[in-house]
């Protein structure tokens, strides 16, 4: 029974590119949830999606961030044009549809060189 | 003012001993987690509660509802139990956003 996956587990990128971070949920699970840890600080919310839709967005930061759950396949967490600050861990979440208990995977590190 | 305090945020313990890691909130819940950090590493989900105790192995968390406190204990601590312990909150009404502490860090030496 595989848990929440996600890869790379590290990815590093040069200021200006692009940041692709994935995640494949729990089997059955069909809610994802993405979380940032940026450095001496906590996790924070980021988004909250279900198959092909977004629920809420409201912890992405407006500009170059996005995120998708398509009806196959992972999600996808989208930073364009990446800069150091974006430095962190990402972690996403799954969840099932009878609770909505949250199940972590084990982090994509991203540094911005 | 986080709506999500930790108490303390360092926490060294000789193996053997009983911890108690606390988590204040200010805010309306519906639940709250206790997960753990290894370093480097992943999150695991330890507990969830709304009320009351739960008990998995030596590993017990409380909350009390009225005070919007809860804590987590660990008996017969192991050097194993070494990690960073996150208290997240699910608000009142939202059933899946996380409000987050930042965390206690414990270390348990042999």
């Known amino acids: 029974n595989a848990g929440v996956m996600q890869n790379p587990r590290h990815l590093v990128r040069r200021r200006g590119q692009e940041a692709r971070l994935r995640c494949s949920p729990m089997k059955g699970h069909s809610h994802v949830y993405w979380y940032r840890q940026l450095p001496e600080e906590g996790l924070k919310f980021m988004v909250y999606l279900q198959k092909e839709n977004i629920i809420d967005e409201s912890g992405m930061p407006k500009e170059r961030f996005s995120a998708e759950f398509p009806k196959e396949g992972p999600s996808i967490l989208r930073i364009q044009q990446v800069v150091r600050g974006d430095s962190a861990a990402y972690f996403c979440a799954s969840s099932g549809t009878t609770t909505y208990e949250q199940y972590f995977g084990p982090g994509t590190r991203l540094t911005v060189t | 003012k986080n709506e999500v305090e930790q108490s303390p945020q360092n926490l060294t313990a000789q193996e053997g001993e009983f911890i108690t890691i606390n988590c204040s909130y200010s805010?309306?819940?519906?639940?709250l987690h206790w997960l753990q950090q290894h370093p480097g590493g992943g999150i695991v989900s330890l507990f969830m509660l709304s009320s009351g105790k739960k008990k998995h192995g030596r590993l017990i968390a409380t909350i009390n509802i009225q005070e919007k406190h809860s804590s987590l204990h660990i008996t017969a601590s192991h050097p194993r139990d070494s990690a960073v312990y996150i208290c997240a909150v699910e608000r009142g009404g939202s059933n899946y956003k996380l409000t987050f502490g930042k965390g206690t860090l414990l270390t348990v030496n042999p």
């Open positions: 805010v309306g819940i519906s639940a």
